[in-house]
């Protein structure tokens, strides 16, 4: 099973600055890799798919990176509504589908 | 548009049954492989069960298999999930999910239904 480790686990940023997500897997995962947001009481929402494609109605603001194993998910000039948690999620060996822990995004 | 609605979450004893469905709409329910994830509360996102289009194969995650059946009905435009020998460990809300067509992300979610299991 691929593990998936996410870091930080809280990120503290002030509306209008950027973010920085990192995502790690115990494996090469070449470039099967997507970032979903998550808000409280919601569910998860597809950001980013193939590690830099951005999902439909996404906002270039979010942005994906990365390959083999190390990603990062940046988003830029932070608005009010992209304070949520975010996750990473392995398609490349299944089952099982895998997940990281998150990141938090708060509003410092 | 693309909906899930699941239903059938409820509070159960330890040992019990539940039967979870998801209802779905605005898209060809039959042409797509569909999934269960559960998220413990205040926990992250994990990986139930997932069945292909035509219900011809299935898989769990080791912590479910032998407890858990996914199941569908194309006909009805529904997806479920057969919950047996339930433990407190199994508390979650249950999200379905889909994927594209030939992918292996989740592209559409329910909103979720929780199942509580306690005495």
């Known amino acids: 099973e691929i593990v998936m480790t996410q870091s930080p686990a809280t990120l503290s940023v002030s509306p209008g600055e950027s973010a920085t997500l990192s995502c790690r897997a115990s494996?090469?995962?070449?470039?099967?890799l997507a970032w979903y947001q998550q808000k409280p009481g919601q569910a998860p929402r597809l950001l980013i798919y193939?590690?830099?494609t951005r999902a439909t109605g996404i906002p270039a603001r979010f942005s994906g990176s990365g390959s083999e194993t190390k990603f990062t998910l940046t988003i830029s000039s932070l608005q009010s509504e992209d304070f949520a948690i975010y996750y990473c999620?392995?398609?490349?060996?299944?089952?099982?589908?895998?997940f990281g822990r998150g990141t938090k995004v708060e509003i410092k | 548009e693309v909906q899930l609605v699941e239903s059938g979450g409820d509070l159960v004893q330890p040992g019990g049954s539940l039967r979870l469905s998801c209802a779905a709409s605005?898209?060809?329910?039959?042409?797509?492989?569909m999934h269960w994830v559960r998220q413990a509360p205040g926990k992250g996102l994990v990986w139930v069960s997932r069945?292909?289009?035509?219900?011809?194969?299935?898989t769990y995650a080791d912590s479910v298999k032998g407890r858990f059946t996914i199941s569908r009905d194309n006909a009805k435009n529904t997806l479920y999930l057969q919950m047996n020998s339930l433990r407190a460990e199994d508390t979650a809300v249950y999200f379905c999910?889909?994927?594209?067509?030939?992918?292996?992300?989740?592209?559409?979610w329910g909103q979720g239904t929780l199942v509580t299991v306690s005495s």
């Open positions: 069945i292909d289009d035509d219900g011809s194969t299935t």
């Open positions: 494996q090469s995962l070449s470039g099967n």
């Open positions: 999910a889909r994927f594209p067509t030939k992918e292996y992300y989740f592209d559409y």
């Open positions: 605005g898209f060809t329910f039959s042409n797509y492989w």
């Open positions: 999620q392995q398609y490349n060996n299944w089952p099982p589908w895998t």
């Open positions: 193939d590690a830099s």
